[in-house]
């Protein structure tokens, strides 16, 4: 098995278990995540010790600020950033940023499913109106304030790590089929 391999199944392996947290228990547990950034660190450092841990911290920067914006929104928990921080430090930016936007297409494949399955879509309208108008507004040269959402606004409460397992699987095995 090549180093490559054995970072890519040791990454799926730490997505899988996260995965099955959340689904099971909608939390992902942060000793899972920093055990596998530890991993991850010192895959980094034995497949490429010449370059440090440049991989490490840039695939980390890249899996957290490109994840950090929906958790200010309130668009996602906190170990969903978390463990797409993991991800960037077993991938490197590169693959990290694929991964990303892999996993925000099947987590809105999976949003869709959900809001339709449990009939809210219309609660979802209600909230994306409400959070869309006031920067239309600004946009056009109306000055209005954002109105944040009511505590109990959310349609649904989704298992995000799972839409995160799936980009990094398609991403990290796209080269062995």
């Known amino acids: 098995m090549s180093a490559k391999a054995l970072c890519d199944l040791l990454l799926l392996l730490f997505v899988t278990a996260a995965a099955v947290s959340d689904l099971a228990r909608r939390k992902i547990p942060n000793g899972w995540v920093l055990a596998g950034i530890a991993t991850a660190l010192g895959l980094q450092l034995w497949l490429s010790p010449e370059r440090l841990p440049l991989a490490w911290l840039g ?43 892999t996993t925000f297409l099947f987590g809105g494949v999976m949003a869709v499913v959900m ?7 219309r609660a979802c309208l209600r909230n994306m109106r409400q959070l869309l108008w006031p920067m239309i507004a600004r946009a056009a040269g109306v000055p209005l304030a954002p109105v944040p959402l009511a505590s109990h606004a959310s349609v649904g409460n989704m298992p995000y790590g799972l839409a995160i397992a799936l980009g990094a699987l398609v991403v990290q095995t796209h080269d062995y089929f």
Not at 60 to 80: I, S
Request: aromatic share 18%.
């Open 115 to 121: 809001i339709l399955w449990q009939g809210s879509w």
């Open 59 to 101: 695939g980390m920067a890249t899996g957290f600020f490109l994840f950090l914006p929906l958790y200010v929104l309130r668009g996602m928990a906190a170990g969903d950033v978390k463990l797409m921080t993991m991800v960037g430090a077993f991938a490197g930016p590169w693959p990290a940023m694929l991964i990303c936007f």
